[in-house]
């Protein structure tokens, strides 16, 4: 009979190196991803620098109070779901799209170069990205107002329109990520059984409903997948692209709750208030993964994890 | 029959082309801006092609360095930081590949946590700010050590390695440090590769945490100085600063722009071609989780 002890010398004799490699590992998740958990605890305290995060007053429900009651919370909320939704809607389905042409395409040189020229800006940050829409959409000297000028149009003020901004946010996200999102769908395209295209051909099906009776079945559960995931995230918009494109003049439609805890906290050193809107943000967007995990391995899909 | 899935597949051709060119169309426009003359920049008469070719806005922003200096910080920004990344998650994933061991479960788990639930930007600061490494690289990079997402792509490449290379190894008197430099590594260079791909664009990209932690002029990344520089092109900027040449009237803030869009991007052009063939595979093993 070997005891406890005895076992557990065995496999750290064994296994001591591995163990060495883990201790800095370790000590990273702890110091910078669990310590800043616990500072989450300011959201509930009304921070003062002199005083440090366990030094300042406790204040209860407060910040929260404060932050549900005001109108910016309301209009923030608001533009943040809102500039997913349109996502979700209208960029959501353009990889998808792209890669059942780009599975159509004989040629695989042909293929491959039109792959590698629409993965290109998803490489590029998005102020880059950002920089290069605003001088495209320049009412003076932009060359998609020139064109319309061209046409005898009147030229139009793109990024100081609220009309136009959420378009152009959403058209800057497919323009980023619709190539570089077809490599999972065509990954799941290049999975399917040949034989069905031929069997749907004998019964004398076309190209279209191909796609429509054998591609877009086979890859459902890529779709469902990262369509759930996307709900996920329901609540982030990411800082940068929002930050690149907006102006003072858009500020109603275009200020969500990444920018806006960066204003407000780190320019406007409300840490505590926007500390709280912060945890208000992740303990959402955590259950909204966590439900839609549980969506996932309902439908009989591999969840997340 | 055959002769419409021919009309079908050309058509289809075309129309991805279309959708090629849109994509690669505002980069053509920014670098024809960027050698066009101020005139034809403000009478928006450039596309794809300079316009009356002008090398002005170049001369004027290499005469005044300072977006060349962020190039520079910029370099041992992502050098460092991807280096260090590298390591680190070499460091986790290998161990963590090892069903074996002890304690993997609980620590795999909680580093799934920190993937789905994080202290927010405040919290994040304020540890940084105690840490004293406000206005140091190392604020930047300490914090980023390893991506969640990226350990978890290496380790479930680990755990797809043959077992019986490491046993027949382990039997010749290896140590698992080296079964890991000797075995392991050279085995793994593709989705290496593909990391260190992803890690390094971020770097080079890094714009926010710049923004935050970063407080002295000299020690910006090129991301933060160049959205300074659209933002507002000041007078420094469009006055002759070499003194031979470049009068102020050839020189206008969207050619000096576009010049340093084009200046910043220029780099990650050069090694895309390179590494392209890699991150496919990489986006791939990323998706099938283990």
């Given amino acids: 009979m070997h005891s406890r002890a005895q076992r557990w010398r065995r496999h750290w004799e064994r296994d001591k190196y591995l163990y060495l490699l883990l201790v800095p590992v370790v000590l990273y998740f702890i110091i910078f991803k669990y310590l800043p958990m616990l500072g989450e605890v300011m959201a509930f305290k009304n921070y003062r620098l002199s005083e440090g995060i366990w030094g300042s007053p406790w204040v209860g429900l407060d910040q929260f109070r404060k932050l549900f009651t005001s109108r910016d919370f309301v209009q923030i909320l608001r533009n943040t779901l809102l500039l997913n939704v349109y996502s979700l809607v209208f960029a959501f389905p353009v990889p998808i799209l792209l890669a059942l042409m780009l599975n159509e395409v004989r040629s695989e040189l042909y293929k491959r170069v039109l792959q590698n020229f629409l993965y290109i800006p998803h490489f590029m940050s998005w102020i880059v990205l950002g920089g290069i829409v605003i001088a495209l959409l320049s009412p003076s000297t932009g060359v998609i107002n020139s064109i319309l000028k061209a046409f005898g149009l009147e030229p139009v003020y793109f990024m100081a329109s609220t009309f136009w901004w959420p378009i152009t946010f959403v058209g800057s996200s497919i323009w980023r990520e619709a190539g570089f999102g077809t490599i999972l769908f065509l990954a799941a395209m290049a999975a399917i059984n040949p034989q069905l295209y031929e069997a749907a051909a004998i019964d004398g099906a076309g190209k279209l409903r191909q796609v429509w009776h054998v591609t877009l079945p086979g890859i459902r559960s890529t779709i469902a997948i990262l369509l759930v995931l996307q709900v996920g995230r329901m609540m982030d918009v990411g800082f940068e692209q929002v930050y690149s494109l907006q102006n003072s003049t858009v500020a109603s439609v275009a200020e969500v709750i990444s920018t806006y805890v960066y204003k407000r906290g780190i320019v406007g050193l409300q840490y505590s208030y926007t500390t709280a809107l912060g945890l208000f943000q992740s303990v959402v967007s955590l259950l909204l993964v966590i439900s839609v995990n549980r969506l996932i391995r309902a439908m009989g899909e591999r969840g997340l994890w | ?290």
């Fill in chain 2, 1 to 290: 029959m055959v002769q419409s899935s021919g009309w079908f597949r050309a058509l289809n051709a075309i129309l991805l082309a279309c959708f090629a060119c849109a994509t690669l169309f505002p980069f053509l426009n920014i670098v024809a801006v960027s050698f066009s003359s101020s005139r034809a920049i403000n009478a928006g008469e450039v596309s794809v092609w300079p316009i009356e070719l002008s090398f002005d806005a170049y001369h004027n922003l290499i005469a005044d360095g300072q977006l060349l200096v962020a190039m520079k910080n910029t370099v041992l920004l992502t050098v460092v930081g991807t280096a260090l990344n590298m390591l680190f998650t070499v460091l986790a994933a290998y161990p963590l590949s090892k069903r074996r061991l002890k304690g993997r479960n609980f620590l795999l788990m909680a580093i799934l946590f920190t993937m789905l639930f994080g202290g927010g930007l405040i919290p994040n600061f304020l540890l940084v700010s105690t840490l004293g490494l406000i206005n140091s690289y190392w604020g930047l990079w300490l914090p980023a050590l390893i991506s969640a997402y990226n350990m978890f792509v290496l380790k479930s490449f680990f755990e797809g390695l043959p077992e019986e290379l490491e046993e027949s190894a382990a039997i010749d008197g290896a140590k698992d440090l080296s079964i890991l430099w000797k075995i392991i590594l050279p085995l793994s260079l593709p989705v290496m590769a593909a990391l260190t791909l992803f890690y390094a664009v971020g770097w080079w990209n890094s714009y926010m945490n710049v923004l935050i932690y970063i407080k002295s002029t000299d020690k910006l990344s090129l991301m933060v100085k160049l959205y300074q520089m659209m933002q507002n092109i000041g007078p420094e900027l469009l006055s002759t600063s070499n003194g031979e040449g470049v009068s102020q009237a050839t020189i206008t803030p969207e050619g000096v722009r576009a010049a340093s869009i084009v200046l910043s991007i220029l780099p990650i052009l050069c090694v895309y071609p390179f590494l392209q063939k890699h991150f496919v595979k990489g986006v791939l093993l990323g998706s099938v989780k283990g």
